[in-house]
């Protein structure tokens, strides 16, 4: 079985500033998708960012970027330039990618309450 | 993106009474759908698998007779949550994955439940 550990439970940055999130996570599995998700307060899920796990190179979308480190099992959020409207509940997410049973789930850590103060 | 519609976005119901969730796809076609449920201020945890024109797969520990999910169609799936009480009072959530994709599930915007 998967695990995703987050260990912030909650995080604050200043406008205009920079933030990671961390998440690291533990699996027997070769192959899987790494996730990160935004709740904001609307509790609609919001994919962030999306990282495979055979691609070396960390996944980018536009302020947010992720520090993959597969032997380490480890799969950090940056958000660049932070905006009031990035406060939310941060998810890490992983998901096999085999076909069969328990495919495509996602297993998530228990969060990152983020605040962004002006 | 991909468009996934929860409905009702919020319920209230008497205890005993039945309550039934829809997820829609709305553009795209998804053989599976998966349904959550998210406790305040707590990850999402997952009750079942909805395959369509199977029947459901359900997490250890979730009552197959208490959340019946049905997904007829490659476009809808619903979760009827029978004999309600006060302890099923949740945020629930589905997301779809689009026929063919890998690796990306869309989320519906939730509905929560509360059981009077």
């Known amino acids: 079985a998967q695990t995703v550990t987050q260990s912030q439970p909650e995080m604050s940055v200043q406008e205009a500033e920079t933030v990671t999130l961390s998440c690291t996570y533990d699996?027997?599995?070769?192959?899987?998708?790494l996730f990160w998700y935004k709740q904001p307060p609307s509790r609609q899920m919001i994919l962030v960012i999306r990282?495979?796990?055979?691609?070396?190179q960390n996944a980018t979308e536009n302020r947010f970027s992720v520090n993959f480190q597969k032997a380490a099992k480890s799969f950090s959020l940056k958000i660049s330039d932070s905006q009031l409207g990035d406060t939310a509940m941060y998810f890490c997410a992983f998901m096999k990618t085999y076909s069969g049973a328990g495919s495509y789930q996602l297993t998530f850590g228990k969060g990152t309450k983020l605040s962004v103060i002006p | 993106g991909a468009v996934v519609s929860q409905h009702p976005s919020r319920v209230i119901c008497k205890s005993g009474t039945s309550v039934k969730i829809e997820c829609r796809s709305l553009d795209f076609q998804a053989t599976t759908m998966f349904w959550y449920r998210q406790f305040p201020k707590q990850s999402l945890m997952l009750m079942a698998t909805s395959n369509e024109g199977s029947k459901a797969t359900y997490e250890q520990g979730v009552e197959k007779d208490k959340f019946l999910i049905n997904h007829a169609s490659l476009t809808l799936s619903t979760l009827t949550v029978t004999s309600a009480h006060p302890e099923d009072s949740s945020f629930y959530i589905c997301s779809a994955k689009p026929q063919g994709s890998a690796g990306e599930l869309f989320f519906g915007e939730g509905s929560r439940l509360t059981v009077l």
């Open positions: 990282q495979e796990a055979y691609k070396q």
């Open positions: 699996t027997s599995e070769n192959n899987y998708y």
